[in-house]
């Protein structure tokens, strides 16, 4: 009986009788002519520092290399020795080298030296000196009988560094001294591949072998592509926001970087909670500082009260203009309901943006706050008129109601000149939200946008079909009784 290739499966810590084949992909590489390529070994134990690779005049061994197409459904493939194709070849090997490898260890031990037939000595050895033969099937995948020569080689001479000279060999190796059980190999495979970066394939040819190392043989692997917990995703795109946000002074670039993974890389649902934990939190930080600003606690030192007025006032457009990048961010992901059902309902916020712009406190401390604050509504607001947001009823009329007013108030006490394109953007967005409400809420609404009205009636266009829109309405009521009579007829 020869022994001959197996099936790949987990590899044994112990001395086995079952060979382990290999399953990772094998790269194509160049075939050398063992007839000639001879190496010496390294000195390892006794006498067999002078044994040298393929040596027929001293080998106790032959092994057979062959494609082993029973195994596998594919189309053997072969290697080539000066064009000559190779699916088949015999090297001469040292039983004592060989016992590096548990594998072959396991075959030459007593337990399978009786159903090994020697092979009678050839002219030039002596009547003792017995050639065991051994088979060795290897995967008909490209490259694959090479990564075999060379891994024998290397029980031979330990020449890891030379043999090894990219992930890519590493990755090509390692199958096969898992499949032969050579410790020194995998070891040496496993710590390369633990030190160098890998691309996008050898990362998933690392992931399929990882099965078949030990737990502490594969730690630092599984530690390069496993997150630490199942929140890491979340984790590490709140860290990116914040930082995009409050550590960089050239934080244009920055914020444009991040908002391409929030786009490309993450999940829509993660995106989604990240971006609505970040709105709220610079929401929540924006308001409480118009409210300590609109409502400051006097304590008596004129000028003290006065500087926590302006840091009031400059943390406010700070984070304003990081909730107006969220606010742009949430929209382009689809991902704003929940920040217009939260800019809706902020009565108390728009009370204290009215009493501060109504104050010329902040127009040389924060020039830009009220075009900041009104961005954010534009963009909310432009979102649901454009159905990018399907915003209900309520939520459209408080969106109208509550921001109407703080838009007013900038029209008449912020200087128009610089702000006159998002003033009427906002106008013309809020009429038209106005025109998807009951009739009743537009009748109430309606008047509140009068100041939208300019000297010369044509340059209102907007204002003109507003009400045009709701008295068409208004005369012409819609009857479901009358319809349905007029379907009959």
Known sequence: MIP??????????????????????IANSSF???????????????????????DASTADVVLRLFTDVISSPESPSSVTVDSAPISDLHVYLHSDILRRSKYFSALLSDRWIGNVHPQPPSPNQSSDHELFRLNLGVPPSPGSIQNHLTVLELLYTNDFPNAVENASTALDLLPVALEL??????????????????????????????PFLSEEESKELVARVSPVGEDASEEMLQGLISSAMNNYGNTAFVKAFVGKILRDVSSRETAKRVLEKAFRKSLKTVK???????????????????AIQRLNLHKASTIGKQLLWLVERMIELRVADAAVREWSEQEAFTGDLKRAFRDDA??????????????????LAHAVCAGTILASTQVRRKLVEDWLPVLVVCKDNVSPASNKSLYLELEETFLRIISTLPMSDAQELLPQCLSFS??????????????????RRAA??????????????
Not at 460 to 468: K, S, W
Not at 476 to 489: A, N, R, V, Y
């Open 181 to 210: 059980l050579f410790e020194d190999c995998v070891r040496w495979c496993v710590n390369y591949l633990e030190a160098v970066p890998w691309t996008e394939e050898e990362e998933n040819r690392v992931v399929n072998l990882i």
């Open 288 to 306: 409480q500082s118009l409210e300590d600003y609109s409502s400051p606690v006097f304590r008596g030192d004129h000028n003290e009260t006065e």
């Open 4 to 25: 001959t290739a197996g099936v790949l499966r987990k590899r044994q810590r112990t001395t086995t009788t079952t060979r382990l084949s290999s399953t990772a992909a």
């Open 454 to 471: 300019t000297r010369n009636v044509e340059d209102c266009p907007h204002l003109v079909t507003a009400f045009n829109t709701w008295f």
């Open 362 to 379: 902040w127009r040389n401390i924060v020039p830009g706050l009220p075009a900041v604050i009104l961005r954010c509504t534009s963009k």
């Open 476 to 489: 012409h009521p819609f009857k479901l009784d009358s319809f349905c009579d007029q379907s009959d007829t």
């Open 32 to 54: 050398f002519d063992i007839t000639h390529n001879r190496h010496r070994c390294s000195p390892t134990t006794g006498d067999v520092s002078s044994l040298l690779f393929n």
